[in-house]
């Protein structure tokens, strides 16, 4: 498996963009976001390692489930109910989660990083910051001037 070339196909744009086109979108970028990097990821996965469509498919859903609703609401006067909404927003979010913590898992694998390593993806970073987090170090792994970290065999086992 040839670790650069999963690193070139998996990154997109910056991360500032990524960021500003959520924003405007009200989260609709977000979930397509999601739905590519899924895409990409499972080319390079094996059968049970594979993440689920049916997660960035639901992401999707509620993503343009809520602004259709949010937009109904502002054209048509109609109140939405808040824990409707609170409810909503909190699934998605947790799916983002659940998201971002699969594919976390997959590039430290995919990529034979360990947790020593300047490069190997943060758990807390994961989940403060999700899909904003694995983008920027998706990117800081493909500009890395040092490949060598990226593409060295992994450090041996110790034996026992």
Known sequence: ???????????????????????????????????????????????????????????MFISYERVIVLLLSVFMNQLISEDMNFFRNLLRLILVIVWAFQVRNRINKLLLLSANRTLWLNRGLTFFFTIFYINYMINSLNENSDKEEIMAAPPPLPKC
Not at 6 to 14: E, F, G, M, V
Not at 37 to 50: A, G, M
């Open 1 to 59: 498996m040839d670790r650069e070339k999963i690193i070139t196909h998996l990154k997109s744009q910056r991360t500032w963009r990524l960021i500003f086109l959520s924003i405007i979108t009200l989260g609709i970028y977000t979930a397509h976001y999601i739905k590519r990097q899924t895409c990409i990821f499972n080319k390079y996965l094996d059968r049970e390692q594979k993440i689920s469509p049916l997660l960035a498919y639901l992401i």
